[in-house]
């Protein structure tokens, strides 16, 4: 009882710091940095709805495409349409968890490598449709002039959301509160049946679990968090366009899932920071966008060589190394009444 205690409490005092850190940081960094963290908040929604996915055993080279998909729903449904932002933004991802839904028929008749390439091909598809069609899509240079978040003016308090660290905090509350809803659904029981199916599909099939229709909800849950992370972004930005959602965005977002870790909702955050991080201090310094694809292939390797489970695996050891600690210090109340 004690041990859960200190437990507890250390769980919650770590809560805490993080408040405070997720809270303050803005104001600790300079105005590139304040948008760099918008961007990363927005990443972290994306990381996390492709680990969803991930659950069921199928990794989808698609996931940013659905990002642009609600990034277009989203554009089109406030500058052509005239729907509030906020409406809007909602709209956009559940237009992302439809098209998922259309997609989900054909794609779900394949497994493993063949859905990863179906997938990829179905989003290419839908990809070169944004390039292709100018009214309403763009063409090649997309959409332009999407109108932002509006200003709040409440005379004594005035929050205008093209400053990046006011837009951050509304980043930061939609991305927790859908963080929530997505570990909510991982425990649950809808959670536990993706497992399922991802470890023994024929097995659960044979007690009456409908695997075709699981995968499918895995999907759309996922793209519609995804087209929810790229509404935020098509509103922060004020442009969308084809080239933002191809194939070597989608390679990023594999590199920081796998490199964090998807055996804990966690893991993808760890990775997708870490990384940023790396961004911000070795790339900034150097100066070479082109060598990120080397950089980034080279802390792939490096960490399924020695981290195969992800940063998460740290984590975990970290955790456990603090647990034997706090047991070693507990009195055996066995041994203290043999005496």
Known sequence: MPEKTTMGGAGLIGILILAVVLIAVPHLVSFSQQELLVLLTINVLVVVSYRLQTLTGEWSLAHVVMM??????SALFAKSFGFPVPLAMIAGAITAGLIAAALSFPLFRMKGFYFLIGSFAAGEILRL????????FGGPKGIQRIPG??????????????????YYYLVLVVVLVSLWVLYRVEKSRIGLTFNAIHWQDKLSESVGVDAFRYRMLAFVIASFFAGLAGALYAHYLSTVNPNQFDVNTMVYVLIWTIVGGTSRWYGPILGVVALTIVDEVILRSIGVDQVRPLLYGLILILAILFLPNGLESVVIKAKDALLNRGRAGVPDGSAALRK
Request: net charge negative; hydrophobic share 40%.
């Open 129 to 136: 449709i944004w390039k292709r069609f100018t009214d309403p």
């Open 149 to 166: 978040f509006p200003e709040i003016d409440l005379g004594f308090i005035h929050i205008d959301f093209y400053d990046p660290a006011n």
């Open 68 to 73: 642009g998909a609600g990034a277009y729903g």
